[in-house]
């Protein structure tokens, strides 16, 4: 009889324990989405942790309702971004998106510095207007509503530019693989020939000192919400004038003045930040490996990068960054020597250095406290954007970093040696991810001053 008792009672309490595991789920009944005037709504249900009959546990809605809001506004599609669930009896619930699209077409005038930053040519450059692209840039960032990206831009001043470029996030009904493509013609009359002193010297003719084009095609796979893989091949040609070649026999791989090649590039990327314009919680991992092939010039390169924002507080937290590139270099022209100092590659407090070389490595680690914000109405465009709300971070940092040169030139300073750079700064965030910062950082050699960049910050 005991042991009759003893096994139902086990029963009954096996029971309750899988009724009470029923009870703290949910079914998602509906996705409703609202504000998506242009932007198809397959496009938002794929940035979703969740899909329409899906198992939830009722503590985890909140966690998965943030994912949402934050992959959704991580498109770069919409102002605002609101999700929330409602229950609609005690086994389901229904979630509501609530959407605001930016601007999709920006017809707008093109205004771009060529130097790699904006001190280098406030100081370096004495703000010359010479050094400035200008033209007409058509972009439209969602041109069917399916997230595809269209850009054509006619440039002049510095260098002579028509771009056409195209891309498709997704062309299959699982919505994991897209495709793209890019066109590019320029002309300049002044280019970067040298470096004296880790720093760039340019020469300027009055005819046309080099030219070229590039296109290529793209097939992307993002097999789900975080990774992304991406296969390139493209083919060039450039070609520089006689004088341009005396003043620098080395400047293209081939050591002469005209240039072909086919390249290939493959990326693979996980990135998932909190806001990816400026993360303040998250991490990112990135990997890039590039071949080149062309006559007696053949280039590999490969990079790696890792990036981890972690907050402390409401108002603070630590970011930390490693990035590290390889070239094996197929033979010392000038071209493929350029590392530290462009791309994403860079030190603050060394803006107006560029260090040439055959590896080279960073880190990068800061500590951010939010001072607040503040909303400015918007008279001039109310209906489209009603107000502007400015954010403001102050932000410590550090960086190291060193650059292996197997043959260092002209009195270069800084490669094979540690560089060493420290500073403050202040961030400044706005619609659309614009982010300012401004910067006061020294470096090992003694340089001080403030520094501006605009942009991503990652």
Known sequence: MFKKRKHFFFLVILFLFFVECINAQLTISTITIEGNKKTKNYIILRELPYHVGDLIVKDSLLYYNTIAQQQIFNTSLFMEVVVTSTS???????????????????????????????????????????????????RQTNFTG????????????????????????????????????????FTQKEINTSTFEDKQVFSKTVDIIQKGDRSYINLFHRPNLYERQNFQIGVGHNEISDSAFLMQPAFLPNLSTSFSYIDFLYSYSKIKFDYNAYPTNGSATEFTAYHRFSDRSDLSSIQFREIVARPLSANNFLLFESNTSFKFLPNHNYTDAKLMGYGNLQLNGLDYYVIDGNAGTLFRAEWHHALGSFTVKNLIAKKAIPEVKYRFWLKAFT????????????????????????????????????????????????????????????
């Open 146 to 185: 399916n997230k595809d990206n269209l850009s054509i831009s006619l440039i002049g001043g510095y260098t002579q530019q028509a771009i056409v470029r195209y891309q498709f996030p997704y062309f299959d009904k699982k919505m994991h693989y897209g495709i793209g493509f890019g066109v590019q013609y």
């Open 88 to 138: 609609a009896d005690s086994l389901h619930c229904n979630i509501k998106i609530q959407l605001k699209e930016r601007w999709y077409l920006f017809p707008l005038p093109a205004f771009k510095l060529v130097d790699r930053n904006f001190s280098q040519w406030w100081n370096e450059e004495n703000r010359s207007l010479a050094r400035i692209n200008y033209g007409i840039n058509f």
């Open 399 to 458: 960086n190291l970093g060193y650059v292996y040169a197997d043959r260092p030139i002209n009195n270069t300073k800084l490669s094979n040696t540690l560089l060493r750079t420290a500073g403050i700064g202040l961030d400044i965030l706005s619609i659309y991810d614009f982010v300012l910062k401004i910067d006061y950082s020294l470096n090992q050699l003694g340089d001080k001053g403030v520094y501006l960049h605009f942009g991503f910050y990652y």
